[in-house]
């Protein structure tokens, strides 16, 4: 089958090689432009850029799609069967929505109409869902809002992370979506009702709020990881949390109630097990605190 393939994160990888490997013609690989990232800004490409690249196929990187007229024209002259979307993070205008023989159809990292939006993964988690998934749907104008062809589901855990979460999701997706190309099964509409949004994340969301209680930042700091991450301020410093376990205590939010960094919260306490300071490698609570003490008593902001 002759594809266009749109995707921009990790996430989207698997799916890409997955599609490579059973023979379909990837015709155009479409993921969001190099951007600065590091301490020199240097131009860096996405992860699916990096894997296109590798396998030699053709990449494309608009800036925009829903406002670039000859974009949507190149598109349409590729003569597709279909696209695969993943985590593009550009919206897809009906114009090519429609220009392929089959449709597009979208790999969603949800339960849909769970978690429709941005961060269906990291949502999942911070809500404390026993389980999540992928769907298999196709493309319409609406936000995830498409007629369902396949599903598949995954338990989540107390170990469970964005990074371990995603990793088994997009394994999951890349076999699912192979078997809607084969298979082209009907489609379902989705429920009207249940319908949740997860919208995009910033580096503020990161923040924990030891005011809330200790079930609830656990999973913030389980569901944030890699990014943006957790952090607290430690004096002048920020602290990031990358591993945290519920334990009993009780005390005022934010107050270190121990030598080995039990905080207290709005419900119980929280167990700082893995942290980073600044220009420091991660290291477990214990190596951490033999370089900088923490005392009982001490106030988390």
């Not at 007229?69 to 009906?94: C, K, N, R, T």
């Not at 429709?116 to 999942?124: E, K, L, S, V």
Request: charged letters at 20%; proline letters at 10%; aromatic letters at 4%.
């Amino acid at each position: 089958m002759r594809l266009a393939f749109m995707g921009s994160p990790e996430f989207a990888v698997p799916a890409l090689r997955a599609l490579g490997d059973a023979g379909h013609e990837i015709a155009a690989v479409y993921c969001q432009p190099p951007r600065p990232a590091g301490r020199g800004q240097a131009p860096r490409r996405c992860a699916v850029h990096v894997a296109a690249d590798a396998l030699g196929l053709p990449v494309r990187t608009p800036a925009t799609l829903k406002r670039d007229p000859q974009a949507q024209a190149a598109f349409a002259e590729l003569g597709l069967d279909s696209a695969v979307v993943a985590a593009y993070g550009l919206i897809v205008p009906a114009s090519m929505l429609g220009s392929t023989r089959r449709g597009c159809i979208n790999i969603h990292a949800s339960l849909l109409p769970r978690w429709r939006g941005a961060a269906p993964i990291q949502a999942a988690i911070l809500a404390g869902d026993a389980e999540t998934g992928v769907t298999i749907m196709r493309m319409d104008s609406g936000l995830d809002t498409g007629p369902m062809l396949l599903r598949g589901a995954v338990p989540i855990t107390d170990a469970t992370t964005a990074a371990t979460l995603r990793d088994e999701l997009a394994a999951l997706g890349a076999a699912l979506v192979l078997r809607a190309l084969a298979e082209d099964p009907p489609e379902s509409p989705q429920p009207t009702d249940g319908a949740t949004y997860a919208p995009k994340l910033s580096r503020a969301d990161g923040r924990l709020d030891w005011t809330r209680d200790a079930a609830a930042l656990a999973r913030r700091v389980r569901a944030l990881n890699p990014w943006p991450g957790t952090f607290t301020s430690l004096g002048e410093d920020t602290l990031k949390v990358l591993a945290a376990a519920v334990e009993p205590g009780e005390g005022d939010p934010g107050t270190v109630l121990d030598h080995a960094l039990l905080v207290a919260t709005g419900a119980a306490a929280l167990r700082l097990t893995r942290v980073q300071a600044p220009g420091r490698a991660p290291m477990d609570a214990a190596s951490f605190l033999r370089g900088r003490p923490v005392p009982p008593g001490t106030r988390l902001p």
